[in-house]
């Protein structure tokens, strides 16, 4: 098993999200979106600029800015 934050996560790898460390508030906005403790979450698309990064959150893809992604702790296996 690997441990990173999530910003560091190739597309196409699934993760586990192992813990969300940030303001209440984001935390809230990121569990409203599936992004919580326990769920599985995978890159799908980094932007040119590598300032956002599209994921798979339930079947669902949302984007995320790379500073907020940064305060999640994700672990994978190989």
Known sequence: MKICSLNK???GRTA???RVECNDKL???LSDL???EGNVV???LKSPLGETIAY???GATIALRN???EKITVIYGD
């Open 9 to 11: 996560l190739k597309p």
């Open 16 to 18: 586990k999200v192992a």
């Open 27 to 29: 935390k809230s906005r």
């Open 34 to 36: 599936g992004l919580y």
């Open 42 to 44: 995978c890159p799908v």
């Open 56 to 58: 798979r959150i339930n």
């Open 67 to 69: 500073s907020d992604c």
